[in-house]
């Protein structure tokens, strides 16, 4: 469990108040760092210009660099940005002009505009950093945005930011300003449904927003922005993704990644569970298809919070099935490497610290890279042999078999 709010001795302030904590006193220090001056079991003493600023937290965790968040009259500050984490994410607003039926952040009506702290916080993470931008919605305060953009990336040349939007708010005109933050620079994460604008707008909970975000979209592409796309599946869109993947590798092809991730219980998640979660370790072909026709076409697809069971079912099932119908297209080299490579990742995956049943990147890439070299394992059954062929022809050339 991460701490991201800690406990704090009050403090005489009017304004909020951003500070970057310091437990070595051999770096550069700055008017925002305080100093430690003494550790109490789970409290911390620094010192801010002669003030004695007192935080909590777990006795031995580090918190050198760490940049936190003090509000006039809360007794908790805000852990923005964690220096020892890859992940950390800026909360801009909770307003938002959606409601979907998966929601983890269930929208709310007030806003209170910290961007100038956002950027503060901004300009003191660590080197090389990588930060979330998250709502609600953020572009709903696109302007305050793009401003903490402008300065960050002007005065910070190696931080770069992830940007999660509904992309519906952006508009032609702001086609020079998304340009010139810089594809390497920024990476906007738009999630994508169907492309059966109807069930869009009903996973999204708002008429119209399908085309909307085709304009965003649009615009995006002429800025040459690096988009990721992401799409949870769900029971409402189940039956489309083989359609979304054709959709996105014809029409989207110039997206950097395609995010396809399961239900997280919680928020509207959670509330619509019964009625959304789909359990793609009893049935997985569609997404099966899904993958496979978005690989064919180099669109490079990611899975996310999916269980083991989510790939060992159809990986060990299908193969199995084609080799005793004799419908087999794989060879069993392929098959080898491909289990080989999963029992490492199996493995690699109970280990880890954040455990098995959250598997990052690496391995999902590992287990699509084992795909590919198996030759289309999750090809569907269905599929005829000629299809099949033309398919393998095209990803491999026409000496594969
Ligand atoms: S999941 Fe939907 S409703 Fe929730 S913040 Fe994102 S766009 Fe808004």
Redesign the pocket.
């Known amino acids: 469990m991460i701490d991201l709010r800690l406990k704090v001795d009050p403090l005489p302030l009017d304004v909020p108040l951003i500070i970057r904590l310091r437990e070595q006193t051999d770096v550069e220090l700055g008017p925002h760092d305080v100093v430690l001056l003494d550790e109490d079991g789970d409290r911390r003493e620094y010192d801010y210009n002669g003030f004695s600023v007192g935080v909590y937290t777990r006795s031995g965790e580090s918190m050198d660099g760490d940049v936190l968040l003090l509000l006039p009259g809360q007794p908790s500050a805000h852990r923005l940005i964690r220096a020892n984490s890859e992940h950390n994410t800026f909360l801009v607003t909770e307003q938002?002009?959606?409601?979907?039926v998966?929601?983890?952040?269930?929208?709310k009506k007030h806003h209170n505009d910290m961007f100038e702290h956002f950027a503060l916080a901004a300009l003191l993470a660590p080197q090389n950093s990588t930060i979330g931008i998250s709502?609600?919605?953020p572009l709903l305060h696109k302007h305050r945005l793009f401003e903490m953009l402008s300065v960050v990336i002007e005065t910070r040349p190696d931080i770069r930011f992830h940007i999660?939007t509904?992309a519906q708010h952006l508009e032609p005109s702001d086609i020079e300003c998304v340009a010139s933050f810089g594809r390497d620079r920024v990476l906007w994460g738009v999630?994508l449904y169907s492309a059966t604008p109807s069930v869009h707008d009903e996973i999204?909970?708002k008429v119209g927003a399908y085309k909307t975000l085709e304009q965003g979209l649009a615009v995006l592409l002429r800025a040459g922005a690096s988009v990721e796309l992401r799409t949870v599946v769900l029971q409402q869109n189940w039956n489309d993704l083989p359609a979304l993947s054709e959709f996105i590798s014809t029409r989207l092809g110039f997206i950097s990644f395609w995010a396809v991730m399961q239900l997280e219980r919680i928020?509207?998640g959670r509330m619509n569970w019964t009625s959304s979660f789909k359990d793609t370790s009893t049935d997985f072909d569609p997404l099966a298809r899904a993958i496979d026709i978005a690989s064919a076409r180099g669109i490079q697809a990611w899975l996310y919070n999916s269980r083991p069971a989510l790939f060992l079912r159809p990986i060990v099932r299908m193969p199995l099935q084609r080799f005793l119908t004799g419908n087999v297209s794989i060879s069993i080299f392929a098959i080898v490497v491909m289990h080989a490579k999963l029992v490492v990742v199996f493995f690699s995956g109970m280990i880890m610290p954040r455990g098995f049943l959250h598997w990052g990147h690496y391995e999902v890439a590992v287990i699509l890279d084992s795909v590919v070299l198996s030759g289309g394992v999750f090809s569907y059954e269905n599929d005829s042999d000629a299809n099949r062929r033309a398919r393998l022809q095209k990803k491999s050339g026409p000496n594969r078999s």
């Open positions: 938002c002009d959606q409601l979907c998966m929601c983890s952040q269930p929208p709502g609600g919605e999660l509904n999630p999204v909970g928020g509207y």
